[in-house]
C-alpha cells in the first residue's frame, strides 16, 4: 500500500509472535578457513546472506556470503541439519574486506554484495566494499559452474552500484567517504558524527532486477530498496540503462532491511534493529511487500514478528542476530522459512513457519 508523498506512515495492528520450529539446526564440524590473522570462530559466526536453488536432483544448495574476508561456502539444506560443503567460493582475489552482507540467486547466477558502507568501529572508508559479484550457475549441481581450469564461469565484478547510489536524491545525502553509519558517533572516533550512511544488508533478483535492502538510513521509521536492471550493472552501458529506482518501506520505527528474499508474489522482507546502538532492541520482524516501486512511503504487510526469547546459545555462539533469510517452501497459508543470523556459528539455522 503506497501512502503518497505527503502521507504519514499508519500503524498496523501487531502481527503475530512466531517461534522456531526448529534449531539451532546442526552443521557438524562447521565452515572451515584457512585464517592466518583472524581467528577461526569469529568467521564461523559472521554468516550474512544466504542464496538457494534446487538442483537436478531437488537437493536444496545454498551459496552462504560471510561479512569477514572474501570467499563465499556452499551448504545443503537436510532439516534438520546444515550439510557444509568444503569447497572454497574466491569471491574477489584481494586482501581488501569485501563485508559480503547479502547473496541471491535467480537460478542462472548467483549473486553477492558488499556493504558499500564505512567501516562501524571509526568511519573509515572502505572502497573494498563497493562489489556487486555475479557468476553463473549450474542447475545440475546446483553450485558455481566452473571451467575446465577451477575458475568460476561468467564470473563479474561490478562497482557501479556506487556512482548509482551517487545519483539518486533518495540516498546521495547518505552515500560518500567516512559516512558514519546511525545516529552516534562510533566508539573508535567519538568527535565525529553518526550520517546515517548507507549500509546495504539485503538482496534479491526477480524479473531481471536487482533489489538492494539498506539496513541504513533509517528515517521516521522508513527505509529504502534500491532496484537496478541486473544485467546493466554488470556491463558498460551507460549508467542509466541500469534505470534505478528507489523505494520506501515503512517497517516501523528503528527498523532497517536485514535481508530479502523474492516469493512467488513479490519480497519477503527480514526487518530488524536499524544501524544506531539505542535502538539494538527494535526486534525483528518478516513483512511481505509486492516489490513494486512507488513515488510515496510503502506500507509493506507485516507478517510476523520473531520470538527469539527462547534460543539458547551454544558454546561456540557469541550472539543472536537474524541477518539472512531463505524460503523452504511456500503454502496457500504460510511461508516456511529458514533464518541465519550473524553471531552463531555457521548461521545458527532457525526454522520459522509465518502465516501469509
Not at 548507507?198 to 534479491?204: D, K, L, P, R, S
Amino acid at each position: 500500500m503506497s501512502l503518497g508523498l505527503g502521507a504519514s506512515v499508519l500503524a498496523q495492528p501487531a502481527p503475530p509472535s512466531v517461534r522456531p520450529d526448529s534449531g539451532p539446526w546442526d552443521s557438524g564440524a562447521g565452515f572451515h578457513f584457512d585464517l592466518k590473522k583472524k581467528p577461526l570462530q569469529k568467521t564461523r559466526q559472521s554468516v550474512s546472506g544466504i542464496a538457494c536453488n534446487l538442483n537436478a536432483a531437488q537437493q536444496r544448495i545454498c551459496l552462504l556470503a560471510f561479512d569477514e574476508g572474501a570467499e563465499a561456502r556452499y551448504a545443503t539444506i537436510d532439516p534438520p541439519a546444515l550439510r557444509i560443503d568444503l569447497e572454497p567460493v574466491l569471491l574477489r582475489d584481494t586482501t581488501e574486506e569485501l563485508d559480503a552482507e547479502a547473496a541471491a540467486t535467480d537460478g542462472r547466477y548467483f549473486y553477492v554484495a558488499g556493504s558499500h558502507s564505512a567501516k562501524r568501529g571509526d568511519c573509515a572508508s572502505n572502497p573494498g566494499s563497493r562489489h556487486v559479484i555475479r557468476f553463473r550457475l549450474d542447475p545440475a549441481t546446483g553450485r558455481a559452474l566452473r571451467s575446465p581450469t577451477g575458475a568460476l564461469v561468467e564470473h563479474a565484478d561490478s562497482g557501479r552500484l556506487w556512482p548509482l547510489m551517487q545519483a539518486q536524491p533518495e540516498l546521495a545525502p547518505y552515500v560518500g567517504e567516512r559516512k558514519c553509519l546511525g545516529d552516534e558517533p562510533p566508539d573508535k572516533a567519538p568527535t565525529l558524527a553518526g550520517q546515517q550512511g548507507v549500509n546495504i544488508e539485503g538482496m534479491a533478483v526477480q524479473g531481471g532486477q536487482l533489489y538492494f535492502g539498506f539496513r541504513g538510513p533509517v528515517l521516521d521509521g522508513v527505509a529504502r530498496v534500491l532496484a537496478v536492471n541486473a544485467e546493466a550493472l554488470f556491463s558498460p552501458q551507460p549508467a542509466s540503462d541500469a534505470k534505478p529506482t528507489v523505494t520506501r518501506l515503512a517497517l516501523g520505527p528503528h527498523r532497517g532491511i536485514r535481508d530479502m528474499v523474492a516469493v512467488k508474489t513479490g519480497m519477503l522482507l527480514l526487518a530488524g534493529p536499524d544501524d544506531s546502538r539505542a535502538n539494538q532492541g527494535a526486534g525483528w520482524t518478516v513483512a511481505w511487500w509486492d516489490g513494486k516501486a512507488a513515488a510515496g512511503v510503502v506500507q509493506p504487510r507485516m507478517l510476523a514478528a520473531l520470538d527469539l526469547s527462547g534460543v539458547k546459545l551454544r558454546q561456540c555462539d557469541k550472539e543472536l542476530k537474524p541477518e539472512a533469510i531463505t524460503v523452504l517452501e511456500e503454502t496457500p497459508t504460510a511461508y516456511k522459512l529458514l533464518v541465519l543470523s550473524d553471531g552463531l556459528c555457521d548461521g545458527g539455522p532457525l526454522a520459522f513457519t509465518v502465516p501469509r
